[in-house]
């Protein structure tokens, strides 16, 4: 890919976001050991959107149908479809709308002493 592009990143900044099960299809099966959760984690820690047990949780707790850990093609294409709509509804990037959601649940969401959410 690098040979190709000039270099992974270079490659990586050309794919659209509106894809990455396309993307995580391609590591699956031209990276060594880059299927299932290992290809999104590298995607993760390379700054993209990613499926993180909190991203996950954010968006079982939306109420998106889809397992505990998303490695199923169906589950997939359900995670990529809401962060479709959501990019589109809010005209934020996917990785920001990734974080956002990996923030809001689980290990990473503290809330502030005395607040029972829903009011700000």
Not at 67 to 93: C, H, I, M, Y
């Amino acid at each position: 890919m690098a040979k190709g592009h000039g270099s992974f990143g270079a490659f990586l900044a050309k794919w659209p976001s509106s894809d990455e099960i396309g993307l995580l299809e391609l590591l699956s099966k031209r990276g060594d050991r880059l299927g299932g959760n290992t290809g999104q984690m590298l995607l993760r820690f390379l700054g993209w959107d990613g499926t993180s047990k909190d991203v996950v949780a954010c968006l079982r707790d939306a109420g998106l149908d889809v397992a505990e850990e998303v490695k199923s093609k169906r589950d997939l294409k359900l995670v990529q479809e809401q962060f479709n709509a959501w990019a589109k509804e809010t005209g934020l990037p996917y990785v920001h709308l990734s974080r956002i959601c990996s923030y809001s649940i689980g290990e990473n969401y503290v809330a502030r002493e005395g607040e029972t959410g829903g009011e700000g």
